[in-house]
């Protein structure tokens, strides 16, 4: 009874927040030849259709996002799951997920986001993306902040992944025709891939770098943790997935990103040429599990520093 009554309370606080601001009626609108493309409530396509042209709509329309409270409506193809508090700590609007009923019943202003996808992006995005942590985030560096960084694929303790299993048994063939649902069924990120070494490069790279390395399982970082730890990085190395898209982040102008068995799908090259960072890829090709030789990874990085430092010189 206690839990019912302070639920009652938080939705009554949030409501009455919610009145004194602009209602903005959020469509994301992601179409890739005939096909919706991807789905938001996963955090990749979170980063690159939801949050990157949300910060450039703030910042072309100089709308003040704390004036801001987006609805956003509860559908496969329009929800971002869990991912509410997160939008808005990263851009500083207020948001809630609506049923279809009372999304259509709401009044507000439409605001149409059209997704990035998998790039071409626009150099500005970086630039309105670094303005807004910089505001948002104590971007302080840690006495020694470490310059290289291997990205594990985890577990998540929220379950974000079970929102495919909330969705696509019951939406998949009209939402998403001609996908695998195999991949869909897998809990979190760390079943659909991993480095089946990750352990052996992460040491690896401890012995070779020392203080300047870090292995991160972002499940377990909170947001502004993550934010500055990829503010001050380098160079960031991971297997193809949502993990790479924290290179964002990254405030250098030098920065270097190693993809682990890239897929066909360009994303993390196509944010490295718009960001003018180095993009470099090792292990086989559109791999579920790989297994990665430590030399040829700590071979790989040392060529990439080497030509940023004659490229500099």
Known sequence: MFFRKLKKLRLSFANNTAANKTHFKLHSIRVNGKHICGFIWQ??????????????????????????????????????GPFLELL????????????????????????ELHAYLFGPYKPESFINIQSTIVERFDLTPPENPPGIVLIERGYSKHGFESNNRKYIPKYFPGVHPGRRLSNYNK???????????????????????????????????????????????????????????NLIWMHTDKGVVVEINPCKVKTFSN?????????????????????INPDDLLSTIEDLLDRESTHGN
């Not at 944010?271 to 599990?289: E, W, Y």
Request: with cysteine; proline share 3%; net charge negative.
């Open 88 to 111: 808005e700590a990263l851009t500083g609007v207020t948001a809630e997920i609506l049923s279809t009923r009372r999304f259509q019943r709401a009044q507000g202003i439409s605001l």
């Open 187 to 245: 809990i979190t990120g760390a079943a659909r891939r991993t480095i089946v070494n990750h352990a052996e490069l992460a040491q690896a790279l401890q012995n070779k770098y020392g203080k300047k390395f870090h292995n991160a399982v972002l499940e377990d970082m909170p947001i502004a943790e993550q934010v500055r730890l990829f503010y001050h990085a380098r160079i960031i190395i991971g297997q193809h997935g949502a993990g790479l898209n």
């Open 271 to 291: 944010m490295c040429l718009a960001r003018g960072f180095t993009h470099s890829t090792v292990g086989q090709f559109d791999a579920d599990k790989v297994s």
């Open 43 to 80: 955090y990749g396509h979170f980063i690159h259709d939801v949050v990157m042209p949300l910060i450039d709509w703030l910042e072309e329309s100089q709308e003040d996002p704390k004036s801001m409270h987006l609805l956003i409506e509860d559908t496969p193809d329009q929800s971002i």
